[in-house]
């Protein structure tokens, strides 16, 4: 029987982070994914590192998690956009909460640009109508397809991690990790299962008060050769669901203006990012539905809804959309983390409410930190 210092259950970008977290102090790493290669969120999103949209509390762990991030990938080869982001701003109530977010808010380095500075920033942004934008350096952009398939590998080269795909755990106890292909020995079992709430210690996860949020998502085809997006791209709807923007007061006078003129947006969660990848695709999304239980049906009327608010800030070589999708995350009403210890030599870490690209690797550190490896 084969024996590890730490087994990862999950596959996903929170799991491979805890592999790096612990390979990188010398210890004997396996990650065991049911799926021959990572299928969930990790790979259905923006491919975000989003420091500007986290709560003041969370923001250092969020610098340091970029900062790994860069690390990881430079060392792997991996490209990235380090753009930072543009919030475009068209609205006075939007500028007003953008500048009220400038003058008091600490930490996270966001300032306010006029028109003309975002437009030689930005090729895609509208001019009809802009007034600025925020404007923050700290963001950077990954392919989420290409950099979770990619990093198991880099592991196992780098740090000798074994990773053990199409796998599933069938169940973990006194340190054994059982799957249907034999068992293994693990000083410390860590489960990032993700939005799995069913499959290993369910009771765990029966306590807490969790939902699945359901998000649609789509895609272009390659934009032209050579041009670029520039940084990621965000607008006046985005300052309403981010925790970062929840201190300013002058916030309430711009959901109450959205309710009024726009309450299909808040029906469907919608908010409106733009993003590109590494082969010059836009990345558009998205909106958030959530219950226990999800359809797996998308809704061709979020995606119109979407695609009307993009098309109002942002303008495209290409706009034809060529994939559309859905994702899945935890949420949680209460906790940006689920962390449990099951029983002597588990846990389960999770990063809740769709913050795990951007915390992914600070979150992976603290957790190693707390265990003692």
Same mark, same amino acid.
């Given at each position: 029987?084969?024996?590890?210092?730490?087994?990862?259950?999950?596959?996903?970008?929170?799991?491979?982070?805890?592999?790096?977290?612990?390979?990188?102090?010398?210890?004997?790493?396996?990650?065991?994914?049911?799926?021959?290669?990572?299928t969930g969120a990790s790979v259905r999103n923006f491919g975000m590192i989003w420091p500007i949209g986290l709560a003041a509390n969370l923001l250092p762990m969020g610098l340091r998690s970029r900062d790994l991030w860069r690390s990881v990938l430079d060392d792997a080869g991996l490209p990235h956009l380090d753009t930072g982001s543009l919030h475009l701003v068209y609205r006075e109530d939007e500028e007003t909460v953008v500048q009220q977010f400038v003058t008091t808010?600490?930490?996270?380095?966001?300032?306010?640009?006029?028109?003309?500075?975002?437009?030689?920033?930005?090729?895609?942004?509208?001019?009809?109508?802009?007034?600025? *934008?925020?404007? &923050?350096?700290? @963001? !950077? $952009?990954?392919?989420?397809?290409?950099?979770?398939?990619?990093?198991?590998?880099?592991?196992?080269?780098?740090?000798?991690?074994?990773?053990?795909?199409?796998?599933?755990?069938?169940?973990?106890?006194?340190?054994?990790?059982?799957?249907?292909?034999?068992?293994?020995?693990?000083?410390?079992?860590?489960?990032?299962?993700?939005?799995?709430?069913?499959?290993?210690?369910?009771?765990?996860?029966?306590?807490?008060?969790?939902?699945?949020?359901?998000?649609?998502?789509?895609?272009?085809?390659?934009?032209?050769?050579?041009?670029?997006?520039?940084?990621?791209?965000?607008?006046?709807?985005?300052?309403?669901?981010?925790?970062?923007?929840?201190?300013?007061?002058?916030?309430?006078?711009?959901?109450?203006?959205?309710?009024?003129?726009?309450?299909?947006?808040?029906?469907?969660?919608?908010?409106?990012?733009? *993003?590109?990848? &590494?082969?010059? @695709? !836009? $990345?558009?999304?998205?909106?958030?539905?959530?219950?226990?239980?999800?359809?797996?049906?998308?809704?061709?009327?979020?995606?119109?809804?979407?695609?009307?608010?993009?098309?109002?800030?942002?303008?495209?070589?290409?706009?034809?959309?060529?994939?559309?999708?859905?994702?899945?995350?935890?949420?949680?009403?209460?906790?940006?983390?689920?962390?449990?210890?099951?029983?002597?030599?588990?846990?389960?870490?999770?990063?809740?409410?769709?913050?795990?690209?951007?915390?992914?690797?600070?979150?992976?550190?603290?957790?190693?930190?707390?265990?003692?490896?």
């Open positions: 029987m084969q024996e590890f210092d730490v087994a990862i259950i999950g596959g996903g970008i929170v799991g491979v982070a805890h592999a790096y977290a612990a390979a990188r102090r010398g210890k004997r790493v396996v990650i065991f994914e049911r799926d021959g290669r990572a808010s600490d930490g996270y380095g966001a300032r306010w640009l006029p028109a003309a500075a975002v437009l030689a920033m930005s090729p895609a942004a509208n001019p009809e109508g802009l007034r600025g *934008a925020l404007w &923050s350096e700290n @963001e !950077i $952009t990954v392919d989420p397809r290409l950099v979770t398939g990619e990093l198991p590998g880099y592991l196992t080269e780098k740090f000798d991690v074994t990773c053990r795909f199409s796998e599933p755990v069938r169940s973990v106890s006194g340190g054994l990790v059982t799957t249907a292909r034999g068992s293994v020995r693990a000083a410390q079992v860590i489960i990032c299962s993700g939005h799995d709430f069913e499959s290993l210690y369910p009771e765990v996860f029966a306590r807490e008060p969790l939902r699945r949020c359901k998000l649609q998502m789509m895609r272009t085809a390659p934009q032209p050769e050579g041009w670029q997006l520039g940084p990621a791209l965000a607008a006046g709807l985005t300052l309403r669901f981010y925790p970062a923007f929840r201190g300013c007061a002058s916030l309430a006078a711009l959901e109450r203006r959205i309710e009024e003129e726009t309450p299909e947006y808040n029906r469907w969660g919608i908010h409106v990012m733009a *993003a590109q990848t &590494s082969m010059g @695709e !836009i $990345t558009i999304g998205d909106s958030h539905e959530y219950d226990l239980t999800l359809m797996p049906f998308d809704k061709p009327e979020i995606d119109e809804l979407i695609l009307k608010y993009f098309l109002g800030f942002a303008r495209l070589p290409k706009p034809e959309i060529v994939q559309r999708w859905h994702g899945v995350y935890a949420t949680h009403p209460d906790k940006h983390f689920l962390v449990v210890d099951p029983e002597p030599g588990v846990r389960i870490a999770s990063v809740t409410g769709g913050k795990g690209m951007t915390l992914s690797f600070g979150f992976a550190e603290k957790m190693i930190g707390e265990l003692g490896l």
